[in-house]
């Protein structure tokens, strides 16, 4: 039975019910071995859901398990950008090994992220008209510039369910 704060750990005929905070310490500990949740967690006998929960409830606090969290992948990336150096090293030729390392890097590290910056320049004119107040002629008139600009960009790349596109002529 599962005394409250308790859980099972350890691994095959070792598994006990342990206390929580030992459970998550030692995935704590595992887990830059491993370098996901679910191979660490199945190496310390916990269940992978159970310390996928852990890491979704601490997410965002303060707490110690967030902090230590934040430390082990911290510490996991820091051991496989040192495996990606040392196999560049030994083996410059190997890109296979490398370019799924890098993806692993970039995911925990935003300084290896593929990058794109977007600048503007100008005004960005935000208007809303009410039609009713304009003069039939003016709406007509604006109706028809719209309708012009319109035609000109070519038919929607995705129109609503229920809107009818004329077919072409």
Not at 10 to 22: K, N
Not at 65 to 76: M, N
Request: hydrophobic share 40%; charged share 25%.
């Amino acid at each position: 039975m599962n005394a409250p704060g308790m859980v099972l750990a350890g691994i095959d005929d070792q598994r006990q019910f342990v206390p929580l905070e030992h459970a998550q310490a030692l995935f704590i500990e595992t887990y830059p071995r491993y370098g996901t949740i679910a191979h660490a967690a199945r190496a310390c006998g916990i269940s992978p859901d159970a310390a996928r929960d852990w890491v979704r409830e601490h997410e965002g606090t303060e707490s110690s398990f967030a902090r230590a969290w934040s430390y082990a992948k911290e510490h996991g990336c820091d051991e496989i950008l040192h495996e990606m150096i040392e196999a560049t090293r030994q083996n410059p030729g190997t890109m296979p090994s490398q370019v799924s390392r890098m993806f692993l890097i970039k995911a925990q590290r935003p300084e290896y992220r593929d990058q794109l910056n977007v600048r503007h320049s100008g005004a960005v004119l935000s208007a809303r008209v009410d039609l009713a107040h304009l003069e039939p002629a003016e709406r007509a008139q604006l109706l028809g510039l719209v309708a012009r600009k319109l035609e000109a960009l070519g038919p929607p790349l995705n129109p609503p369910a229920d809107v009818e596109t004329p077919p072409d002529a």
